[in-house]
């Protein structure tokens, strides 16, 4: 199979999975939501950096090291298991001692139970990392979306019925620990890897060289990540917290499950061509380019209905949340090609460039929290858009490095996109005013916001038009074979 074509599946079961799962999640989301209070989004948003930094602490960077490392064996993968599963009983551990601590930081006793009961998770997760590797050495997305489409289906019923039932935080964890526990079940039923008795020194030190910069990196990151719900459950109440919380997590639905394919898709398939520049370079450069192509104008367009889409789906006991989701929606339109820079590194094996290019933002960030933090939660949210873009020139600067494809070329083969996409935003805003109704705006909006984007990539000639092409010649094809 060629490589575009490898590329081509790979991001079609990704995205047909991503799709799904978030499309799924994103009801239940949208139900449990008109049933939970913010407060109880806030209470779970208070532990999310600790589950955060634990999930990061078993996988140990393991997982992309088993991905980049040539001709694994059964030893090798063997070692990974044991010791992620050594790794995630000692976290239990020291969560479970230090919920006190926690709940002290936050001055919320409820906060004891709920961080040892969520911690469980991590225990059950630590058993598929390696199934999740081999899937991705793979290149395997087929068995993945099956397994994780049928586990946020069961996990959604579950926090549904809890919800329904005046649960309240509880019908969220029910929901997160069911579907850490329906994932490995399925994983283990469907993955034909089983661990060995062997444990290798050799192997381990070897990966924990890469890995570590990996767990380092994303240590760092996730921190950096979560100080704004640190900080804002710190500082603010919990129901300003929750707001942020919900906030948050629909800018991810569409950014981050992006991101996930990208990153999922991209990783094995530059670390196949790492040693051919050439090729290495042109297919990195594509990449990019269709993904500005596909985020900018999603990420614009929930920007510009966020405020009927809060209306229609969540009710007016969350439109405070509106102006923190618009410019979250703005900030993580950054995140994914962000990513794709630094998945670059790693694929060429230099995680410890990775790792400077991480530490190299602190700076920009502690700078912004201390000028925002005392303004309230919509100053934080708007310095972090700031910080994003600014650490999107961070992030592309080693690729300028490396490959001669910094951020100033990035953005110059991205021009007409942008441009596309504010064309898209102006003709979709002015639309939106002739109507009052929420559901009226947001079924104009989505109607001229497609007809005006692709209208303006056709009259600017923009390239990735022709990969929209390939894609739907690939579908038709098939469904002519079928």
């Not at 603010?236 to 919900?246: D, F, I």
């Not at 739907?472 to 094809?477: D, Q, R, S, V």
């Given at each position: 199979m060629s490589l575009k074509n490898k590329a081509f599946k790979g991001f079609a079961w990704n995205s047909l999975e991503s799709l799904v799962v978030k499309g799924v999640s994103f009801i239940i989301s949208i139900l449990v939501a008109r049933l939970v209070s913010p407060e109880a989004y806030g209470l779970i948003g208070m532990l999310t950096v600790f589950l955060s930094v634990s999930t990061l602490f078993i996988?140990?960077?393991?997982?992309?090291?088993?991905?980049?490392?040539?001709?694994?064996?059964?030893?090798?993968?063997?070692?990974?298991?044991?010791?992620?599963?050594?790794?995630?009983?000692?976290?239990?551990?020291?969560?479970?001692?230090?919920?006190?601590?926690?709940?002290?930081?936050?001055?919320t006793p409820d906060l004891i139970l709920l961080t040892r009961v969520m911690g469980l998770q991590f225990i059950i997760a630590a058993l598929i990392v390696v199934q999740k590797a081999k899937l991705l050495i793979d290149i395997d997305f087929k068995t993945q979306a099956r397994i994780n489409i049928l586990a946020v289906l069961i996990s959604g019923a579950v926090g549904l019925y809890m919800a329904y039932s005046n649960y309240g935080v509880w019908a969220l964890v029910g929901q997160n620990l069911s579907l850490a526990l329906a994932t490995t079940l399925l994983m283990w039923v469907n993955g034909k890897w089983r661990p060995s008795w062997d444990f290798s020194t050799q192997a381990f030190r070897e990966m924990f060289g890469f890995g570590s910069k990996i767990l380092a990196a994303g240590l760092y990151s996730t921190i950096l990540t979560n100080i704004y719900t640190i900080v804002i459950g710190k500082w603010?109440?919990?129901?300003?917290?929750?707001?942020?919380?919900?906030a948050n997590t629909l800018a991810e639905m569409s950014s981050g499950t992006l991101n996930i394919i990208i990153t999922n898709v991209t990783f094995p398939l530059l670390t196949s061509i790492q040693h051919d520049r050439d090729k290495l370079l042109s297919v990195y450069s594509r990449m990019l380019s269709?993904?500005?192509?596909?985020?900018?104008?999603?990420?614009?367009?929930?920007?510009?209905?966020?405020?009927?889409?809060?209306?229609?789906?969540?009710?007016?006991?969350?439109?405070?949340?509106?102006?923190?989701?618009?410019?979250?929606?703005?900030?993580?339109?950054?995140?994914?090609?962000?990513?794709?820079?630094?998945?670059l590194l790693n694929?060429?094996?230099r995680s410890d460039l990775f790792l400077k290019t991480d530490l190299s933002k602190l700076p920009v960030?502690?700078?912004?929290?201390?000028?925002?933090?005392?303004?309230?939660?919509?100053?934080?949210?708007?310095?972090?858009f700031v910080i994003t873009v600014i650490s999107y020139f961070i992030n592309a600067f080693p690729s300028g490095l490396l490959f001669g494809y910094g951020p100033i070329k990035q953005l110059k083969d991205c021009y007409k996109i942008l441009l596309s996409t504010l064309i898209m935003a102006g003709c979709t805003y002015a639309s939106m005013r002739f109507f009052d109704a929420p559901l009226l705006q947001l079924i104009t909006a989505m109607i001229v916001a497609l007809i005006s984007y692709l209208g303006a990539a056709i009259t600017l000639r923009v390239k990735e038009m022709n990969e929209l092409k390939y894609a739907?010649?690939?579908?038709?094809?098939?469904?002519?074979?079928l």
């Open positions: 996988e140990g960077g393991f997982s992309k090291a088993l991905v980049q490392r040539k001709d694994c064996t059964q030893t090798d993968f063997s070692t990974v298991f044991y010791f992620n599963f050594l790794v995630s009983i000692l976290i239990y551990i020291v969560l479970f001692f230090s919920a006190p601590f926690i709940a002290a930081f936050y001055n603010y109440q919990s129901k300003a917290l929750g707001y942020y919380t919900r269709m993904t500005a192509f596909i985020i900018f104008p999603c990420m614009t367009l929930f920007a510009i209905i966020a405020e009927p889409f809060i209306r229609l789906f969540l009710t007016d006991k969350w439109l405070p949340a509106t102006a923190l989701l618009q410019w979250l929606c703005l900030a993580k339109m950054f995140m994914p090609i962000s990513s794709l820079n630094l998945n694929a060429v094996g960030i502690v700078i912004g929290m201390i000028i925002t933090l005392p303004m309230g939660t919509q100053a934080v949210v708007i310095g972090s739907a010649n690939k579908i038709m094809t098939k469904k002519k074979r």
